[in-house]
């Protein structure tokens, strides 16, 4: 018997985004040509007045041991920036609304960190 189809893509994240932010279901992945593989991650992203920005960006910035000097010096390690206003994935606790950025556990925000290089695409929506 032929091998069943595969399913078709169901995700709004295109193929050649390298990371993906769902923000309705709080979850993140990364893919390589539209297959995932790693994730999908939980995640928070940022609060009614800080929301998250929806869009397609590109990696700009990576800090391994990131403080946010607007936040009290709040941690954000494995900061991996994707806008130019200050919006990364970091190490946090997805349990809280974020001022914006989209917080992971720390080894999915290593993981990113690690994987993520400067001008891949980064879709949230």
């Known amino acids: 018997a032929p091998a069943p189809a595969p399913a078709p893509r169901t995700s709004p994240c295109p193929a050649d985004a390298k990371a993906c932010v769902d923000l309705t279901n709080q979850k993140s992945w990364l893919q390589n040509n539209g297959q995932i593989y790693y994730g999908p991650v939980q995640i928070s992203s940022g ?3 800080q929301e998250t920005p929806k869009g397609t960006f590109y990696v ?3 800090v391994k041991d990131e403080i946010s000097y607007e936040f009290n010096n709040a941690p954000m390690l ?3 920036y994707f806008t130019y206003n200050g919006i990364a994935f970091h190490e946090g606790d997805p349990a809280y609304l974020s001022h914006g950025c989209v917080r992971m556990h720390r080894e999915d ?3 990113y960190f690690n994987e993520l290089n400067i001008d891949d695409k980064v879709v949230v929506y």
């Open 109 to 111: 925000a290593q993981r």
């Open 47 to 49: 609060r009614v007045g």
């Open 78 to 80: 494995f900061a991996t």
């Open 60 to 62: 700009n910035r990576k």
